[in-house]
């Protein structure tokens, strides 16, 4: 077995893709440490599942952002600290800036509710039913400076069925989610990710 990657976890809301890591590091075995979990809002429901299973947490509030490269420096600072090697986005509603990049080059890992280069921003599901498309996705991808453009790490499509409503279409978009993340996690543990000078990212 590889030694686990600790990893810091960025979320904003619910913590379901927290919630799928923790229980697949449990249930599933995988190599993963989640060292800190940093949320940008104090009343999201990512941090009790994260305090459940006694995951340090560090709540950032709209104050802290007011100096967004600041805000960002704190929670590099805080994740260096807990010694973490690759930063997670999990519903994070917050871009983030060069100073998280850089800290952590192409171990910034984020996931889009879409076949990315389709339907990039914040409300990817919604715009994704609106135009009818027959089939969206999942996309998980390394962050970057540009908004959604990171190189592509994984992507797993999801069919919309007739008459589904657009909250039965995130219902199994955030179900493909909850496997796609844990595995993409599985393969950077295992030291089978790497990104090539064309910025395309292999899985050996």
């Known amino acids: 077995m590889p030694n686990p990657l600790k990893i810091g976890v960025l979320l904003s809301g619910s913590g379901t893709n927290l919630q799928a890591i923790i229980d697949a590091v449990h249930d599933d075995g995988l190599p993963v440490d989640i060292v800190k979990v940093v949320s940008s809002r104090p009343d999201a429901y990512g941090i009790e599942r994260a305090q459940q299973v006694g995951i340090p947490v560090v709540v950032m509030d709209r104050s802290k952002y007011a100096d967004v490269e600041a805000a960002d420096q ?108 844990p595995r993409v996690l599985r393969w950077i543990a295992e030291g089978r990710v790497s990104v090539g000078d064309d910025r395309k990212v292999s899985i050996s």
């Open 74 to 181: 704190l929670i590099v600072d805080e994740l260096r600290a807990a010694g973490a090697e690759y930063v997670v986005m999990a519903g994070y509603m917050r871009k983030v800036t060069p100073v998280t990049l850089n800290a952590f080059p192409d171990r910034v890992l984020n996931l889009h509710p879409a076949l990315l280069p389709s339907f990039k921003g914040a409300h990817a599901i919604q715009d994704a039913f609106d135009a009818g498309v027959k089939v969206t996705g999942v996309t998980v991808h390394f962050a970057n400076e540009d908004y959604d453009k990171g190189p592509i790490v994984a992507q797993e499509p999801v069919r919309v069925e007739e008459g589904w409503t657009v909250d039965q279409l995130e219902e199994a978009i955030h179900a493909v989610e909850h496997v796609l993340y």
